[in-house]
């Protein structure tokens, strides 16, 4: 166990490690400072996946309430020096446990909260709790819900979902794809719900569905960033009137199978044009997804990157992001983080589920029809049609900052009211 002298609080700026920089506290004073405990198992530095991301946005929202907030981390992703200094510089108080969970997969590839839950983690939250005296329990994912239990009512308990998982494994089936990691049954699910005062949904539909099935405790807290790059041309980009210039495309996201599957079919819908040197730019793939880029062999125009420690700078050097989904689930950050980088991307309807209800740029029924505008549409006229979707990534980011905006302004009145916070100044 250890402590940092480091007290953060307010609306954070993203460092170049991914963890958010401290800021100046408003009108709650440290030594009446709530304090809270987040639990999670995902690897907070570098923050190179969707669920890390999400990890830290909720940190920045307890701090902008006026939290003190500490880390259980359950070290189920690594740990080691690099790791540890972020993580002793983003918290007021760090523990680390080591993972002794089963994670035992049942028949139908069914989990169980019993097999998935680390019942060695109770003993570290309430040394925790002795020591700082929570007011907030906030926990990731629904096998680490049982840990709520271990608090009194005085404790407010919140369960970040990050997706719904009951029947997850038949959703894999149903695109030919074999079940992998969690998936459980509705009764398994609703039971992790009713351990938490609030369970927050990423998306509108999942918050609807949580509710359909009796919830009354779900809120819709969306994913995003804000906003760190206007949308403007890449200087080396194509210009007006300009015939032939190479597009620069960038695809970034993880190496989980609904990617490497959404990049195959984008590369297969490619083929035909690229047999035929119709394929004016190059797709720039990155993050751990490159891994599978890599192992579809020499494929022209495919450009496989790896991982990313700007990217700020790997969005400022590509004409358009890519999100070709072919499927999954929860909320596609790989869709929104373009946005606030000033990038605009074109996605799938898979691609946007979630955001439907924002999205001004075009949407495709399949990378195939994603392909096609491409190489027929807006490589002919490159200039003018990146401009068009400039304007349409600018008016989908201002549309979903918004929504989000009003969303967190819901979660922080509930967290306001439950745990007594006095106004912000």
């Known amino acids: 166990m250890a402590t940092s002298p480091t007290l953060m609080a307010g609306t954070p700026r993203p460092r170049p490690d991914g963890l958010p920089q401290p800021v100046a506290q408003t009108s709650i004073t440290a030594a009446t400072r709530p304090r809270v405990l987040l639990v999670c198992f995902n690897r907070l530095a570098p923050a190179d996946q969707g669920n890390s991301r999400r990890v830290l946005q909720l940190l920045s929202i307890y701090r902008s309430a006026g939290c003190e907030v500490d880390l259980l981390y359950h070290a189920d992703e690594g740990h080691d020096l690099g790791l540890s200094q972020a993580m002793h510089a983003a918290f007021a108080l760090v523990r680390v446990v080591p993972s002794h969970a089963s994670k035992r997969v049942g028949a139908d590839h069914i989990c169980h909260l019993a097999d998935w839950y680390d019942p060695l983690l109770a003993a570290a939250a309430l ?11 906030h926990v990731n994912y629904i096998w680490y819900a049982p840990l709520l239990q271990c608090f009194g009512p005085e404790v407010a308990k919140v369960l970040d979902s990050h997706d719904v998982f009951a029947d997850r494994a ?68 194509p210009h007006e009137g300009e015939v032939g210039h190479l597009l620069t495309l960038g695809y970034l996201g993880s190496s989980n199978m609904w990617n490497a599957r959404s990049l195959q079919a984008l590369v297969q819908a490619l083929a035909p044009f690229a047999r035929s040197r119709q394929v004016p730019f190059q797709i720039i793939v990155a993050g751990s997804l490159a ?25 400022a050097s590509v004409d358009l992001a890519l999100n070709p989904m072919v499927g999954g689930t929860g909320l596609k950050i790989k869709t929104v983080e373009p946005l606030a980088y000033g990038c605009p991307v074109l996605a799938t309807q898979a691609g946007i589920h979630g955001l439907s209800q924002v999205w001004q740029l075009p949407v495709f029924e399949s990378p195939a029809e994603m392909a096609e505008f491409l190489v027929m549409e807006l490589a002919p006229r490159a200039a003018e049609g990146l401009g068009r979707l400039r304007e349409q990534a600018f008016r989908t980011r201002v549309a979903w900052q918004a929504e989000c905006d009003r969303q967190v302004g819901q979660f922080m009145r509930w967290l306001s009211h439950r745990l007594r916070l006095p106004a912000q100044a």
């Open 291 to 315: 891994w599978h880029a890599m192992k579809l062999g020499n494929i022209p125009g495919l450009v496989p990157h790896g991982f990313v420690n700007d990217l700020p700078g790997f969005y």
């Open 127 to 137: 040394e925790m709790h002795g020591l700082r005296g929570y007011r907030a329990v």
């Open 170 to 237: 038949t959703k894999h089936q149903e695109a030919g794809l074999p079940p992998a990691w969690f998936s459980t049954t509705q009764e398994e699910e609703d039971r992790a719900f009713a351990m938490a005062d609030v369970v927050l949904a990423i998306q509108r539909e999942e918050a609807r569905e949580m509710a359909a099935r009796g919830h009354r405790h779900i809120l819709y807290l969306p994913w995003t960033e804000t906003a760190m790059r206007e949308f403007v041309a890449r200087p080396d980009g």
